[in-house]
């Protein structure tokens, strides 16, 4: 069975530009999480999606979006990039969310590493 | 606001003896709590959860204890192999509001 799959693996933006990760969650599971994970630290929480809908928000701007898809695979989008952006952006998926059963149990995906210059 | 810490960076044990790993966080409405092994390069691997309502959950060579009183979460590994020799990662989750937060790691090298 094919894990989480995320593209790019890796991406060098300039500042002011915008960017698109992809994810594609293990087959089976609706709901896909997105984390920043800057270097020395551990994943910071940015959004989870589950059945196309936006469930659970981490303290990151607006600039910050996403979206998933009806085949539960999911966009992670940034605009306006800053330097501080710079970092490994994790995709989790899981069976389901909130207090459904196992919702908590995320598998990550290898990650991709953007860089803004 | 780091509302799950861990204050260890790094933890050295020889390779057949016990690793422990801990962990603290701030809020009491926590559901679950998780720990994650992470290689370089790989995302990170989920190892084991433990319900708030619980204080052990174990799964063979790994054991976590929750103190709620103490906001205190320990990840122990017995016996420890070089193969677990990574970055553990401690994870608290939310059920309201969905919301994950993670420590920052800590380094464990198992020596052989």
């Known amino acids: 069975d094919a894990g989480v799959t995320q593209s790019p693996t890796h991406l060098i933006k300039t500042r002011g530009q915008q960017v698109t990760l992809r994810c594609s969650p293990i087959?089976?599971?609706?709901?896909v999480s997105w984390y920043q994970q800057v270097l020395g630290q551990g994943p910071q929480f940015i959004f989870q999606?589950?059945?196309?809908?936006?469930?659970g928000r981490g303290n990151f701007p607006d600039r910050f979006s996403a979206r998933q898809f009806p085949n539960y695979s999911s966009e992670l989008n940034v605009n306006a990039l800053l330097l501080g952006d710079s970092a490994l952006y994790l995709c989790?998926?899981?069976?389901?969310?909130?207090?459904?059963?196992?919702?908590?149990?995320?598998?990550f995906g290898p990650g991709t590493r953007l860089t803004v210059t | 606001d780091q509302q799950v810490k861990q204050n260890s960076p790094s933890l050295s044990v020889q390779e057949g003896r016990i690793s422990i790993l801990n962990c603290d966080y701030t809020?009491?409405?926590?559901?679950?709590f998780l720990w994650y092994k992470k290689y370089p390069a790989e995302g990170p691997t989920f190892l084991i959860s433990?319900?708030?309502?619980?204080d052990k959950n174990e799964d063979g060579r790994f054991t976590v204890f929750l103190n709620k009183s103490a906001k205190h979460l320990s990840l122990h590994i017995v016996p420890s192999q070089p193969g677990d020799s990574a970055v553990y990662f401690c994870?608290?989750?939310?059920?309201?509001?969905?919301?994950?937060?993670f420590g920052t790691g800590t380094s464990l090298t198992v020596i052989p």
């Open positions: 999606y589950y059945e196309k809908e936006e469930r």
């Open positions: 809020n009491s409405m926590f559901d679950y």
């Open positions: 087959s089976g599971h609706k709901s």
């Open positions: 989790a998926s899981s069976l389901g969310e909130g207090r459904q059963i196992y919702s908590y149990e995320q598998y």
């Open positions: 433990i319900s708030s309502i619980k």
């Open positions: 994870a608290a989750y939310r059920s309201t509001g969905n919301q994950f937060y």
